[in-house]
């Protein structure tokens, strides 16, 4: 890689914001073959991709956008336990689990808690 293109890669990389497939294409000009090299530097952590859906190392879809730029986010613990979701209207929903994976709490941006703890 040369330095200019290195350069504007870390450009991208500290300055894009979701929708992420929306804007490397429209924004930053990058080709599809570019994409899973900047989203594995965001995630840091490699990544595949498969359509507009983007899976961490393990397999968990931790991103999905729709051709319209609508996205959703998922964070995930080291036991594969959804942990966080967040969507493009705002929405986020956060998760707790026991060591047996089982879910005892969550609570949504609505201000719906549930606790089973």
Known sequence: MNKKYERY???IIENIEKPYFKNMKEMYGL??????????KVYGQPVTI??????DQ????????D????WIKREYDINGNLIYSEDSNGYWVKYEHDS???????EN???SIIDIR
């Open 67 to 70: 051709s319209d730029g609508k």
């Open 100 to 106: 047996n994976g089982n879910l005892i709490y969550s």
């Open 58 to 65: 393990y397999g968990n879809r931790i991103y999905f956008e």
């Open 109 to 111: 941006s609505n201000g």
């Open 50 to 55: 498969n359509g507009n859906n983007v899976y």
């Open 31 to 40: 080709r599809p073959d570019e994409y899973e090299m900047v989203l594995s």
């Open 9 to 11: 890669i870390s450009y």
